[in-house]
């Protein structure tokens, strides 16, 4: 589907005005910085903000994640708490609540998410495929949907060879799968099926069901957009710089286990022929996710994009360590790198996420601008390490103690 002539910030400030937003997982890093865009940036008329926890709770973890940014918008008609669940039948919400949303919603922005590396794919589909899908239903009653945004994953197609992914839906393999069959297994024997281990980890195989059945079960009734963002980083500027809460970056985290277990040498898959991390690590600040969704949605895009570091900067796994080394501090040792090459002989320095959907919106200016003028990598990376020091030094000291109380027993 081709996409409308590029924005102006004239045109997206005067549309997001017109607009009532229904946003899931705002405590997350996503959901928080869409948040902050939505009643800031680009105010919009209204949003619908669904919280499982109490009003209290919620405005208090906001706060937390977000100190100073929203608190004078919080207490606003322009933003109304709804207490429910995205994982209930009709969301937990009750008759009323559901008639006001169904009646004012003009996008749907779903960035509610188990991210977890460790749930198995049963769990993965009750929490990243069936909401989505349940919520897909229900907004067929939405009179005025403009956009249903469901956020995915770049890793969703982590079972192709590495290379180029498309911004389009890929199927598994020549034979391709039934997914209502598969999803249909994992949910009856709350397990992995013969096809799991093909994905990255069960997250993205949920994320590739649930894209697939989208399209098959409302991509002719509902205006889907599908935002797959490749692994999101810290802020660089919204709502401030280095924002994102504790556990919604995973390199941060991953790098964070490495650190506080001590030195040793880890073992990383390398290109046939090469000794070194030469693939890309792609990652992509969570503010210029966040403006590649919101530009899409004032365009009326619809179909799949990416959000990933061709729109960012692109590092290898080399470059990205040789700026993080020299910011490490004498007491967490980094692991020295250990490089297996991909005796298949397949592994390209990728893979690539295609983002040319997006390209043409580099020219959009104002709050929503993907502009890198100004951008210093090497300082973002040197405050991303700084920022994770306090509390890897804190999680080292409790890994001691637990292995000296092992050593003991």
Aim: glycine share 8%; charged share 20%.
């Amino acid at each position: 589907m081709a996409d409308a002539p590029p924005l102006t910030e004239a045109f997206y400030r005067e549309w997001f005005a017109k607009q009532t937003v229904f946003l899931t997982g705002a405590t997350g890093g996503l959901g928080g910085c869409l948040l902050f865009k939505l009643l800031h940036q680009v105010p919009v008329k209204k949003v619908f903000l669904l919280h499982r926890s109490s009003e209290k709770d919620t405005i208090a973890k906001l706060g937390k994640n977000m100190p100073g940014c929203i608190d004078q918008v919080m207490r606003t008609d322009q933003l109304e708490f709804l207490k429910g669940d995205i994982t209930a039948a009709n969301l937990g919400l009750d008759v009323r609540q559901l008639s006001i949303l169904r009646k004012e919603t003009t996008v749907i922005l779903n960035a509610a998410a188990n991210t977890s590396f460790i749930a198995d794919v049963h769990e993965s589909c009750k929490d990243n495929c069936l909401p989505a899908l349940d919520l897909a239903q229900l907004a067929l009653s939405f009179p005025q949907l403009a956009t249903f945004v469901q956020v995915s994953s770049a890793y969703a197609n982590s079972f192709l060879p590495d290379g180029e992914i498309t911004e389009t839906i890929q199927p598994f393999g020549e034979d391709d799968i039934d997914c209502e069959r598969e999803l249909d297994e994992i949910l009856s024997s709350r397990g992995n099926t013969s096809w799991t281990k093909q994905w990255a980890w069960p997250y993205a195989q949920a994320k590739y069901l649930m894209e697939r059945l989208l399209f098959q079960r409302y991509g002719s009734r509902l205006p889907l957009l599908i935002l797959r963002p490749s692994a999101i980083g810290p802020a660089l500027q919204d709502p401030y710089p280095l924002f994102g809460p504790a556990g919604s970056n995973p390199v941060e985290t991953a790098l964070g286990s490495y650190l506080a277990t001590g030195g040793g040498s880890r073992v990383w898959r390398a290109a046939s022929g090469s000794t070194s991390g030469n693939y890309i690590l792609d990652g992509i600040p969570v503010d210029f996710v966040s403006n590649v969704c919101l530009l899409h949605v004032a365009q009326g895009s619809q179909g799949i994009i990416h959000a990933a570091a061709q729109l960012y900067v692109v590092l290898t796994m080399d470059e990205l360590m040789a700026l993080a080394s020299p910011h490490i501090p004498p007491d967490l040792a980094m692991p020295a790198p250990c490089f297996k090459w991909d005796v298949s002989g397949s592994m390209e320095p990728c893979p690539i996420f295609d983002c040319r959907r997006s390209k043409s919106l580099r020219a959009v200016g104002g709050p929503l601008s993907l502009s890198l003028d100004g951008h210093d990598a090497k300082a973002y990376i040197k405050g991303r390490i700084e920022k994770i020091i306090p509390s890897t030094r804190a999680t080292k000291k409790r890994v001691a103690a637990r292995r000296r109380g092992m050593s003991k027993l």
